[in-house]
């Protein structure tokens, strides 16, 4: 049993709130219709699978009956000509086991058996040859030179760069450098760029300039790592407008500025008499500073300040100067914040004006805005290009390729000018079927499309029947993971649909949406989530709805209101502070309630539907949306309640207490003189002193901590720490840690022996 909670409450006393409860109908959904659907060999098929339907087995399934002889006699595709497409290599993996799997288990059934499987496999009676086919299938992929192409898209472009390295400008045996390797070498580009740029007058200069003005020396090293990661648009980009300098003024052409202008000459500008109405703004200075309101009087100040100043110190008030109109946000002020009822009532030619002032303000603090931006993005590109120069310099001068490059080579190949080279890839290509579909990013979309296009292209098209396959979800396309874009899955999906249409072959879209992971009050409560029209509209084009497999197990979705921090009672300041009050943060709250819910359950035999039987704490599972602080408070209001529980799933090793008093032993050991480290040791459990004991040693020492220590009444403490000292620079990590935790310490209840045994033998 997976219980799902979504965990807050304000009130430990409050009802909970019931979502949705499963209620089991007779006879579960068949999965086998849809998926027949899917896998069949002579439609081109688009199936959005939601997670935990057999995705996998479908595509496994697709793969098998490719193979197999199809039930008009037609022969089985050969494995060669066939090429699946999957995101990553522990999928490329998980597929192949499978799939051999499947056809070794065909070896050794005996005919009704192999007979059975192969009609729940196809959905009718097979034929003999296909029998036959399927118990010599095993051998044959075994035995196929090229074998079956299950492979990730860049494995899949490293082979089409291997074969063809001239056609994309290439040298014939290039390497492929791991990520690690990459980063070193993006590294030393950066350190490059950097050196360069110290040269006064340059573009590469002004620009590291100014963004040194507006970044961290963490966030500049962020945002180089962003434009790598980001490199295949902005080379497109660059190569589209020539240069960053081209980029740069078509930005402002579409922004309506002026390209080269300063956002300093823009304030300056909107400072001038030209640009101000002063003969109206003089008198509402003069009427705003003769009325009572206080807020009128500042606003009077501000404009009269800002008006008696010359043009070359008004952009100096300039900020003060529209406070008097505009907000923090940049929106006009109420009525009653610029001036009063009365006046606007008595003056409504100065009230008209102001509510003008202000919105020329608005424009001129917009044009500031949009020119900063321009500008930084100019700096930026300019950076970027020199960057993506030096960083392909040195990959070409080591004649290496990095991921991106795969996939950026291969799209240029393909697309652009060596039709022949689509001509030899067609040759070898009979069907394609493509997996994690909603993680494919624009330009490995243009990759699969240019292979699939040539299936499609008319009466020149090879006789055979050449299919696609995509299997892929929606709703995950969302996360962008690696530039993943759901508007591109959308609008390959209808390319795909009207290529195949318009060849007149079969096109099928295939929801497999039975769950065979979830119970139906889960999937319930989330189809109530995405119902409504705005939260449909953020999921794509297709209704979001679910269905389970596992209908006659029990399961329930309970919302707790939200629990929230205790804000601290005010008291009487001159009380003095004699009684101390705990106050308890949400997530320890939260923790505590979770805590107490699992040991009622345990308490009272609450019963476990899907088992018939009282649940256990083996059956409990505690999912949480991010492993921050949560987790930890989760646990040990858990243990405190008596409960067993098996602990974090991962942790950050240095996070943990034990370690790092281990850290601050080892760290002391080697550094005697470290004050902090030797401050965190004595208070480990190791040693066990205290905070008296502590600030008794600290306090007004003439010499560092160890030197206090040595000359205090902590004899035995300081004799240990001599000899962990001499053992600290002869031993290695594992043995120096063994040794701190199997020998007696000061903190053990016996006393220490004048010499310890363990440690006089390490020696």
């Known amino acids: 049993m997976t219980v799902h909670r979504q965990a807050h409450e304000p009130n430990l ?5 019931s979502a949705s409860r499963s209620h089991a109908p007779f006879r579960a959904p068949d999965p086998n219709i849809l ?21 996998t087995k479908v595509l496994t399934d697709r793969l098998l009956r490719l193979l197999l002889p199809r039930g008009d006699g037609s022969l089985g595709t050969p494995p060669a000509k066939i090429l699946c497409l999957t995101y990553t290599k522990a999928g490329a993996g998980e597929m192949s086991v499978r799939l051999q799997e499947r056809v ?74 791991e990520e690690r390797e990459a980063e070193a ?44 990661s980001e490199r295949g648009q902005i080379i497109a980009l660059l190569s589209r407008y020539f240069g960053a300098t081209g980029v740069y003024t ?26 101000l109405d002063v003969i109206i703004l003089q008198p509402l200075c003069q009427e705003l500073l003769s009325t009572d309101g206080t807020r009128m009087v500042e606003n009077g100040k501000a404009i ?67 020119q900063d931006a321009a500008n930084t ?144 009050c889960v999937l319930e409560a989330v189809d109530a989530v995405f119902s409504t029209p705005a939260m449909q509209q953020g999921m794509g084009d297709q209704p979001v ?72 704490p083996g059956d409990i599972m505690i999912l949480v949306k991010s492993r921050n602080a949560l987790m930890g408070q989760i646990a040990r209001a858990i243990k405190n309640a008596g409960i067993p529980v098996s602990g974090l799933d991962r942790m950050v090793l240095g996070q943990q207490i034990a370690v790092q008093d281990l850290i601050a032993a080892g760290t002391f050991a080697l550094y005697p003189n470290d004050d902090l480290a030797l401050a965190g040791f004595l208070k480990s459990p190791l040693i066990g002193l205290d905070e008296e004991d502590l600030f008794n040693l600290c306090y007004d020492r003439p010499a560092s901590l160890w030197e206090s220590l040595r000359n205090s009444r902590h004899i035995s403490v300081s004799t240990w720490l001599s000899e962990l000292i001499v053992h600290g620079l002869h031993l290695g990590p594992y043995a120096f840690f063994s040794l701190l935790l199997e020998t007696p310490c000061p903190a053990d209840p016996w006393p220490l022996p004048a010499k310890f045994p363990a440690l006089a033998r390490a020696e």
């Open 377 to 520: 993005s100019r700096d930026l590109l300019t950076l970027a290009e020199a960057i993506i120069e030096t960083y392909a310099r040195f990959k070409t001068a080591a004649g290496a390729l990095d991921y991106d490059d795969l996939i950026m080579h291969t799209r240029d190949l393909l697309t652009q000018q060596t039709p022949w080279v689509l001509y030899k890839l067609d040759q070898g290509i009979d069907h394609i079927l493509v997996d994690e579909a909603q993680d494919t990013n624009p330009e490995q979309w243009e990759i699969i499309q240019s292979l699939y296009h040539e299936f499609f292209a008319g009466a020149g098209a090879r006789a055979i029947q050449r299919t696609v396959f995509v299997v892929g979800d929606e709703k995950q396309s969302i996360f962008s993971f690696q530039r993943a874009d759901p508007q591109a899955y959308i609008s390959v999906r209808h390319d795909l649909e009207n290529k195949v249409r318009a060849s007149g072959q079969d096109y099928r879209s295939v929801p497999l949406d039975i769950s065979f992971r979830t119970v139906p």
């Open 35 to 55: 998926q027949r659907q899917a896998s069949d060999p002579h439609s081109n098929v688009w199936v959005g699978a939601s997670a935990g339907t057999g995705k």
């Open 104 to 177: 070794s288990q065909w070896v050794i059934m005996g005919e009704q058996e192999l007979h059975e499987d192969l009609e729940k496999l196809t959905g009718s009676p097979p034929t003999d040859q296909q029998k036959s086919a399927a118990q010599q299938l095993f051998a044959q992929l075994i035995d196929a030179s090229e074998g079956l192409k299950i492979q990730t898209i860049h494995a899949f472009c490293q082979s089409i760069l291997g074969r063809f390295p001239l056609e994309c400008g290439l040298l014939p045996g290039f390497t492929l450098i």
């Open 304 to 370: 009269a300040a800002f008006l008696a100043a010359d043009a070359d110190h008004r952009p100096a008030l300039f900020s003060h100067y529209r406070s008097a109109f505009l907000t923090q946000k940049n929106e006009i002020k109420a009525d009653s914040h610029l001036m009063s009822k009365a006046l606007i009532q008595r003056r409504p030619d100065l009230y008209t004006a102001m509510r003008a002032e202000a919105k020329r303000l608005q424009h001129v603090i917009q044009r500031v805005a949009l």
């Open 545 to 616: 709805r679910h269905r389970s497999h596992r209908l006659q197990q029990g399961g329930e979705v309970v919302l707790w209101p939200l629990f929230e921090t205790e804000t601290a009672k005010r008291t009487d300041f001159w009380t003095p502070p004699v009684q101390s009050t705990e106050g308890q943060s949400g997530s320890v709250r939260l923790a505590r309630h979770v805590a107490q819910k699992i040991k009622t359950w345990l308490d009272q035999g609450e019963i476990l539907a899907s088992r018939e039987r009282a649940i256990t």
């Open 185 to 228: 070498l993006l590294s030393r580009a950066q350190r490059q760029v950097l050196a360069t740029s110290r040269k006064p007058g340059t573009p590469l200069w002004e620009a590291v300039s100014n963004l040194a003005q507006r970044l961290s020396e963490t966030q500049l090293s962020a945002l180089m790592k962003a434009i790598i």
């Open 250 to 275: 078509a930005l402002c052409q579409s922004l309506d500025l002026i390209p080269g202008a300063d956002e300093a000459a823009l304030v300056q500008q909107a400072c001038t008499d030209a640009a």
């Open 13 to 17: 006393n409050s009802e909970a709130i």
